[in-house]
């Protein structure tokens, strides 16, 4: 077997750089393969490391898949509580966070989710993820009040289930994105979505593009 060798002065750049660089490479193998079916030498060959240049960094295929997801959750990446964002009115920020998960939860076309679900199957990483979902909830639920409370969304749905209907409509998307083509979140995705917010969350008057 042929071993690959590392990338040439890959020592001498900063360790960040270089755990890095095996993060990106482990993604794109565990969206491409699954997380199951991806081994290390795969990792490394994407890296164009030695086996022993990721296991340096890393202890085990598993520890960098909890570091990626660990990295997917950080609630500082999506922008939130950016001025540009909480400025907006509620019922467009809603979809503001909808955009804002849609292009921060996927990579090249492949989504987050399914490397969440193969996570918790194996028992990882289930107390992040959903406290991550529990957040996402409260938000969403606190945004479609509000919307409830400024007359632009229909008052007599629960904010609560109406955000978590919301979101699990969003993974769902993401992952038969992930799945087929056919189905891009960037585009029959958005038409589901807006869809369901045209004509289960919003008022009739409001024409909200997502």
């Given at each position: ?131 991550f979902y529990d957040s996402l909830e409260k938000l969403f639920a606190k945004t479609i009040k509000e919307s409830q409370e400024n007359g ?59």
């Open positions: 077997m042929k071993l690959s060798k590392a990338k040439p002065g890959w020592k001498k750049m900063p360790e960040e750089v270089r755990k890095e660089s095996i993060l990106q490479a482990a993604m794109q193998c565990f969206f491409s393969k699954g997380f199951e079916r991806t081994s290390v030498q795969d990792i490394a060959d994407a890296a164009g490391l030695t086996k022993g240049g990721i296991y340096f960094h890393f202890e085990s295929k598993e520890e960098i898949r909890d570091t990626l997801i660990q990295n997917f959750l950080s609630w500082e990446r999506f922008g939130f509580e950016e001025p540009e964002v909480k400025a907006l009115p509620p019922h467009l920020r809603l979809v503001e966070y909808l955009e804002r998960l849609a292009n921060r939860l996927a990579v090249e076309g492949n989504c987050s989710p399914r490397l969440f679900a193969e996570a918790t199957a194996c028992g990882a990483m289930e107390k992040e993820i959903l406290s632009k969304i229909k008052a007599d749905l629960s904010p609560e289930l109406s955000a978590r209907t919301l979101l699990a409509l969003f993974d769902g998307l993401q992952i038969q994105s992930d799945i087929s083509n056919k189905r891009a979140l960037q585009t029959v995705g958005r038409e589901v979505l807006k869809v369901f917010l045209k004509s289960m969350l919003f008022l009739p008057q409001d024409n909200c593009e997502i």
